[in-house]
Nanobody, 120 residues
């Protein structure tokens, strides 16, 4: 299954970006998956930023609470991450993937991700 993240770019601190992730799974499979947005910076492990479950419930890393909003559109097999009040430390490559039942694991091969760069 292919995951295609998009919407990244260069933005000034305090700005906003909306990331999109299209998943090439069947609609039935997509609807059942819990999805997460992850980010990675050079030399660091990929970390979970936000997640949206199949029932629509969401969860966020502490640094994302109040600034980021994760959502999904099952009709479009897509997941979104609205990022507001961006900070330079948010600079990273952002990826999406479906959360595996085993913590820390994901379901699909990683896509290319989308680069987010926040200038100060």
């Amino acid at each position: 299954v292919q995951l295609q993240a998009s919407g990244g770019g260069l933005v000034q601190a305090g700005g906003s970006l909306k990331l999109s992730c299209a998943c090439a799974a069947s609609k039935r499979t997509f609807r059942l998956n819990n999805f997460g947005w992850y980010r990675q910076t050079p030399g660091k492990q990929r970390e979970l930023v936000a997640s949206v479950n199949s029932d629509g419930s969401t969860d966020y890393a502490d640094y994302a609470k109040g600034r980021f909003t994760v959502s999904r559109d099952n009709a479009k097999n897509s997941v979104y991450l609205q990022m507001n009040s961006l900070k330079p430390e948010d600079t990273a490559v952002y990826y999406c993937n479906a959360l595996h039942q085993f913590p820390g694991m994901v379901v699909y091969p990683w896509g290319q991700g989308t680069q987010v760069t926040v200038s100060s």
